[in-house]
């Protein structure tokens, strides 16, 4: 079960053990047997944990039915210490696994917040919405993140992991328009010097080129970057729109574009609703009772189940069922925080702009 060898008490939790202490003794110990079983085979925390607590029902349904055998009951106190230590294991055991899967999950998602997820966000802007904006500085370097939520120490830590130093950094705070047939960043410092240093960070992020500019508060102080490339003059037109029928192209792009901003709406609420599951599966291994570890484990399936990345009409419809009927989902939502509104909402408007193959 574990790496390390077992204690005296950790063997009164196998099979063999068991069978040789029961021998004689007309027990009806099948349940038990196979239970002490599960726990050998298992390897992964959460599996040790759904084996300790039917191990732990198993013992106390014994106890119950043969309170008045001391021989029965002293082993059954031995079982239950083992209990403890092998939970307190396998508990320290999936918290690692579960911080180490969240930072696996973080490094995944690092490169594409400043790359991928950009140029839907861009997109969202050349069409008249307005995000938050934040840039980092080091020399004539630069990193740049827009996005529909404030931004804050987590993005600071990101831009500067782009930058690859963390020496002489500086952050600018600001917002992202559509302004003068350009992508606008109005920042809370002077403009000189911004507009070309933004237009080569979102190219090396996105390998997409735009035209930038840059203003301070005061609307005089403007620095430019030029013309957009022949693409971007595209772009820009689709945020205009265009007199007659649009050609099937730009229709196509469109909608690949909507499907992403679809998509981010997406893992956005994913996001949220992972964050107070896990709070809940913490709190419920605090408790350490019998119920807890089957309540981690329904927790920790949920968060298997949202995809991050649902990409097919088919992908899209199984999760809208699935997060329409689970029961668990139903359950978070009745007793601590509807997260599946959110979830749904957001793969409604997915199944919008899905791809049809």
Not at 41 to 67: G, T, W
Not at 112 to 132: D, I, S, Y
Not at 294 to 322: C, G, H, N
């Amino acid at each position: 079960m574990h790496s390390q060898e077992r204690t005296v008490s950790d063997k009164q939790l196998t099979e063999q053990e068991w069978k040789k202490f029961a021998k004689g003794k007309n027990l009806k110990d099948a349940a038990l047997i196979k239970a002490m079983a599960e726990l050998d085979k298992a390897k992964a925390p959460d599996a040790q944990l759904e084996a300790l607590a039917e191990i732990e029902k198993q013992a106390e349904l014994l106890r119950k039915a043969n309170k008045a055998d001391k021989d029965i009951t002293a082993y059954l106190d031995d079982i239950d210490k083992a209990l403890g230590k092998e939970r307190k294991l396998a508990e320290a055991e999936a918290k690692k696994a579960a911080a180490q899967e969240s930072s696996e999950s973080e490094d995944e998602e690092e490169p594409a917040q400043l790359a991928a997820r950009m140029v839907p966000l861009m997109k969202a802007v050349a069409k008249g919405e307005l995000l938050h904006a934040m840039i980092a500085t080091e020399g004539k370097e630069a990193a740049v993140m827009v996005s529909r939520k404030s931004l804050g120490a987590p993005q600071r830590k990101l831009l500067t992991t782009a930058l690859g130093t963390t020496s002489g950094v500086k952050f600018i705070a600001g917002e992202c328009i559509w302004e003068a047939n350009a992508h606008t960043f109005v920042v809370q410092s002077a403009a000189a010097g911004l507009a070309r240093k933004l237009r080569e960070a979102l190219f090396k992020q996105t390998q997409q080129r735009f035209k930038v500019r840059v203003r301070g508060e005061d609307p005089n102080d403007v620095d430019e970057d030029g013309e957009p490339a022949p693409q971007d003059e595209r772009e820009a037109g689709e945020s205009e729109g265009e007199q007659g029928g649009e050609p099937q192209a730009t229709q196509a792009q469109d909608h690949a574009a909507g499907f992403e901003q679809a998509l981010d709406g997406w893992r956005t609420a994913r996001t949220s609703a992972i964050t107070v599951l896990k709070a809940l599966a913490r709190e419920a291994a605090e408790l350490r009772d019998p119920e807890s570890a089957k309540a981690v484990i329904e927790v920790q399936a949920v968060v298997k189940q949202l995809s991050a990345e649902p990409r097919s009409a088919q992908q899209v419809a199984q999760l809208m069922q699935w997060v329409s009927e689970d029961e668990v989902v139903i359950d978070v939502c009745n007793l601590e925080q509807d997260i599946r509104t959110p979830l749904l909402n957001a793969l409604s408007a997915m199944q919008k702009t899905v791809p049809a193959n």
